[in-house]
């Protein structure tokens, strides 16, 4: 919880200077690089990562793994790199830059967390956010975005590689004598890009296509919302074990998964409420000129966070019933959607109409869900 919570602090500094000190412009170009950023890290974590800690990997092959991690990362990196330079995202074009020690330090991280020493990767992202927040008392740094943005990259670089040295991880990027096998490793992609990845997607397809005020209230709007979206996200790691508990108990009841759904909605409701309260003073303080635009969709996006929340439950109880076959077919029809639906209604309408669309698929995603849980545990299908 320490290493999240220095995480996701480094993270919310960043996305509060960036736009107090950008523009609209900026804010939407950042939200590429940040999803480039994430792309990077969800993509080595699924093909390397999650499959490491599925088979219990010992210490000496999560060291060598490092190879992997560092091979996928400069692949996944040139693929940014190259977008970038042709769309002319020069964020995009740092994250394809330090796509190695971006790979790398979320893997020492997960390393250092699940298997080894969990001091160390508190410690990393301490140092990181202790990096930025130096950078934030210089003049020259904090009203620069783009070398704002460099700057947590380098501090998350140096950080990153101490950890890899100190952990004895491999640095230099091989496939050869490879822990994790190719096709788990696709395996694992396929399902990380409908899920998480369909939303790196939609921002870099609205990017593209959509205006700057797209992109840039929707990340205005996570960053108000994204201290509730750090708690929602601890928490989910303990949705899956409490619901196989729930079914043993009462293997054809969807109670336990209901009460969590009920929690979740109790807790997130207020908090949401309250960010919708933050007066136009604050509001400007904290996002800058990003804020006139973000204001107008917080309240949809609020709502279509809690319906994020609604459809986390289902989606992890499907996991604790092994219905991965199911879980593939709904993510592979409803990703799809998702994306065609927001983008299109950005290019037509803008950044309302998109916020809109967002709402409307997450509330379906979590009807679906549901219905699909509910079958699955009274055996109808």
């Known amino acids: 919880m320490a290493s999240t919570a220095f995480s996701s602090a480094s993270s919310l500094l960043l996305s509060i200077f960036i736009a107090r000190s950008g523009t609209i412009a900026d804010v939407a170009m950042f939200a590429i690089g940040f999803a480039g950023y994430m792309a990077i890290t969800g993509l080595t974590r699924a093909m390397v990562s999650e499959p490491s800690a599925a088979r219990l990997m010992g210490i000496p092959n999560l060291r060598i793994s490092g190879r992997q991690v560092s091979a996928y990362g400069l692949l996944i990196g040139a693929v940014a790199l190259v977008a970038g330079f042709l769309a002319q995202q020069p964020y995009l074009v740092i994250v394809g830059i330090l796509s190695h020690s971006i790979a790398l330090a979320d893997y020492a991280k997960f390393v250092s967390m699940v298997f080894g020493h969990p001091r160390m990767a508190v410690t990393q992202e301490f140092m990181k956010l202790a990096i930025v927040s130096s950078g934030l008392l210089i003049p020259s740094i904090r009203t620069q975005p783009l070398i704002l943005f460099t700057l947590w990259l380098i501090a998350s670089a140096a950080t990153g590689y101490i950890s890899c040295v100190l952990q004895k991880i491999s640095l230099l990027p091989s496939l050869r004598g490879r822990q994790v096998s190719i096709k788990e490793s696709s395996s694992y992609a396929t399902d990380y890009a409908l899920g998480s990845g369909a939303t790196q997607l939609t921002t870099f397809l609205l990017g593209g296509i959509a205006a700057h005020s797209v992109n840039a209230s929707v990340r205005g709007a996570g960053t108000l919302l994204g201290p509730i979206t750090v708690v929602a996200t601890s928490i989910r790691a303990l949705i899956i074990p409490f619901l196989s ?59 279509e966070l809690i319906f994020s929340l609604v459809a986390n439950v289902p989606f992890a109880g499907h996991r604790s019933l092994g219905a991965h076959r199911r879980t593939l077919v709904i993510r592979t029809v409803m990703a799809p959607l998702r994306v065609t639906v927001i983008v299109t209604a950005a290019v037509i309408g803008g950044y309302i109409w998109a916020a809109f669309a967002m709402l409307l698929t997450s509330a379906v995603s979590a009807t679906v869900w549901w219905i699909s849980y509910r079958s699955l545990v009274k055996g109808n299908l």
């Open 245 to 303: 508990r729930g079914l043993q108990a009462n293997a054809n009841s969807v109670t336990p998964a209901a009460n969590v759904t009920i929690a979740l909605f109790v807790a997130a409701i207020p908090l949401t409420i309250g960010v919708n309260l933050i007066p136009d003073s604050w509001g400007h303080m904290l996002l800058g000129e990003t804020w006139y635009i973000t204001r107008n969709v917080l309240p949809i996006l609020s709502a």
